[in-house]
Nanobody
Framework: QVQLLESGGGLVQAGDSLRLSCAAS????????MGWFRQAPGKEREFVAG????????YYKDSVKGRFTISRDNAKNTVYLQMNSLKPEDTAVYYC??????????????????WGQGTQVTVSS
């Protein structure tokens, strides 16, 4: 059973930084495409960033390009999301997700197999 556990969320002011972590257990982490999604109140879950299984390819939502960086450490079974220059509109519950099976990176939530429980990020103005 694959489990994903996010950490690192919190309450910050606009312009501050946070680093989210997602630790995976119970599977073959190096074979997973990993993604970060977020969901704000009253809105649909949206793709934020993704990274290929080998870390060689990344992809970002346009509004976070240049501010967020996704990375992974396959030795630690962990994926990170470094978030800089945070804005109030970044406020949401952030989820990490894993797409198993050496597959191409995708932005489609339904194609991810495993999900974490989410961590709240709140950015005050």
């Amino acid at each position: 059973q694959v489990q994903l556990l996010e950490s690192g969320g919190g309450l910050v002011q606009a312009g501050d930084s946070l680093r989210l972590s997602c630790a995976a257990s119970g599977g073959t982490f190096r074979s997973y495409v990993m993604g970060w999604f977020r969901q704000a109140p009253g809105k649909e879950r949206e793709f934020v960033a993704g990274i290929s299984w080998d870390g060689g390819r990344t992809y970002y939502k346009d509004s976070v390009k240049g501010r967020f960086t996704i990375s992974r450490d396959n030795a630690k079974n962990t994926v990170y999301l470094q978030m800089n220059s945070l804005k109030p509109e970044d406020t949401a519950v952030y989820y990490c997700a894993a797409d198993d099976g050496w597959v191409p990176l995708t932005v489609i939530a339904d194609e991810y197999d495993y999900w974490g429980q989410g961590t709240q990020v709140t950015v005050s103005s």
